[in-house]
């Protein structure tokens, strides 16, 4: 009877064998439960993706497509290859960046814009096989990193309110509280309140919660009109499949690059956090130091040229992996059952008709505080610091530009150094940082 149990509490061989399952001191059940805890906090993406490229003209039932492909292409490549329990997904903030900022503010076709996806893709894979990638995590102050992640959280919370009208647009003071006794206003407070309730009390899948009980209050109220049907076929990936492809001559402007560098800045340094965080929690570091780390930003950037190819904004590693490792996810096999989960939710196309603007916003806002969070690492003693880390986080949702507010704190940090004394401190590939935002500025004017 014991001899039954154990067997049974086992992993298949082939399983245990690739990927070691038993020798991390986990077993084959807790790794498949732990792989669909993962998808459930991360399955808002699907919906909140479509949401904002859409905003931008893109076709919303083939990004929903693109994005379930690309976290299943990104998911299993990290747990095959680098075989770490941490999937991905196009990432939260690039997308705002990619859709508000390039497409919408700058005026650039989304076409375009995809193909600066793409390029941003090939240039992280390069650093990350050449290993460049320690150079310049070196040369970008800390406190810069924390305030663009911040700046980004506060960026997109801005998005949800004002998608939810909950902020709107005011003459006398630019914007303004709106009219909560409106009821989708009312729909969108709701969810945010019933996604806190459930972070707070502990459901790994809270925010995809929220949004399901947003939506079906929504449904019962007469404001959402229910899906005709749940399951269909796959939509047709045709309106956005290889558009990358043609327009990589208007990549060569002043304006492009700086969006190119702007991806592959935010997507490089949020990769690195995410990785060292969850590894971090899975008891994977070894003397601060993350083993098959090259692997697993390979397996970042292939996910991100698959994703441009198919059609979305850059693909990334997802803190909501921290769920699934929560769980007892300790191997790839974690990673690989979410990227079977996201090809199975190819055929719930239908649920995009159900979830409108008031039931992502409250997704929005809450992935803005997890976010924001950074704000607590700033080292905000010292002014040659805080001045231009809060000019970063200041500048993303004031200026609606996330290129901005890291622009604006490339200019002011070497500045302030310099002032300081403390000049040999600055890498100096910050410094060319700061004469290529300076050109960038004087190129707008």
Do not use: C
Not at 172 to 200: H, K, N, Q
Not at 356 to 379: H, N, Q, R, S, Y
Not at 409 to 431: C, E, F, Q, S
Request: charged fraction near 10%; avoid cysteine; glycine fraction near 10%.
């Amino acid at each position: 009877m014991t001899t039954s149990k154990t067997q049974a509490k086992r992993a298949p061989g082939a399983f245990d064998k690739f990927f070691h399952i038993t020798e991390q001191g986990t077993t084959f059940r807790t790794e498949v439960v732990a792989g669909t805890t993962t998808f459930l906090a991360m399955a808002y993406i699907l919906f909140v993706n479509p949401q904002i490229l859409g905003s931008a003209g893109m076709d919303i039932p083939a990004v929903f497509v693109a994005t379930a492909v690309a976290a299943a292409i990104g998911s299993l490549v990290m747990g095959l290859w680098a075989r770490y329990p941490i999937a991905q997904a196009p990432g939260m903030g690039l997308n705002a960046f990619f859709a508000f900022t390039v497409v919408i503010g700058m005026g650039i076709p989304w076409e375009t814009a995809l193909a600066g996806t793409l390029v941003s893709g090939v240039l992280f894979f390069i650093l990350a096989v050449t290993g460049v990638r320690g150079a310049i995590i070196r040369a970008i102050p800390l406190n810069l990193k924390f305030a663009t992640g911040a700046g980004i959280g506060l960026f997109i919370a801005f998005i949800g309110l004002r998608n939810a009208e909950i902020v709107v647009p005011d003459d006398a003071t630019t914007v303004a509280l709106g009219d909560l006794s409106r009821p989708e206003t009312l729909l969108a407070l709701f969810g945010v309140v019933v996604t806190a309730i459930f972070l707070i009390r502990g459901f790994k899948g809270g925010v995809f919660y929220g949004m399901i009980l947003t939506a079906a209050a929504g449904m019962l109220t007469g404001l959402i009109s229910p899906p005709d049907t749940v399951v269909a076929p796959v939509p047709s990936l045709a309106p956005t499949f290889g558009a990358a492809f043609g327009n990589f001559g208007d990549l060569f402007t002043t304006q492009m690059l700086i969006v190119v560098f702007t991806m592959l800045f935010v997507d490089f340094f949020d990769t690195s956090g995410t990785l060292i965080a969850v590894a971090n929690q899975a008891g994977f570091l070894k003397n601060g130091e993350l083993p098959r780390a090259n692997r697993a930003l390979v397996a970042d950037s292939v996910a991100t040229m698959g994703g441009a190819v198919l059609g979305t904004s850059t693909t990334t590693s997802y803190i909501e992996s921290s769920a699934g490792v929560s769980a007892g996810g300790r191997t790839g096999l974690t990673s690989v059952v979410t990227s079977a989960y996201f090809l199975l939710a190819l055929f719930f196309s239908p649920l995009l008709a159900v979830v409108t603007p008031e039931v992502t916003a409250p997704a929005l806002i809450i992935v803005g505080v997890f976010m924001a969070k950074a704000l607590g690492d700033i080292e905000w003693n010292k002014l040659e610091f805080a001045i231009p880390a809060f000019a970063t986080v200041v500048a993303m949702p004031l200026t609606y530009s996330i290129a901005n507010g890291i622009a604006f704190g490339l200019l002011l940090y070497p500045l302030l150094m310099v002032a300081k004394g403390r000049w040999r401190d600055v890498h100096p590939i910050t410094y060319a940082l700061f004469v290529v935002v300076v050109a960038h500025f004087i190129w707008l004017v």
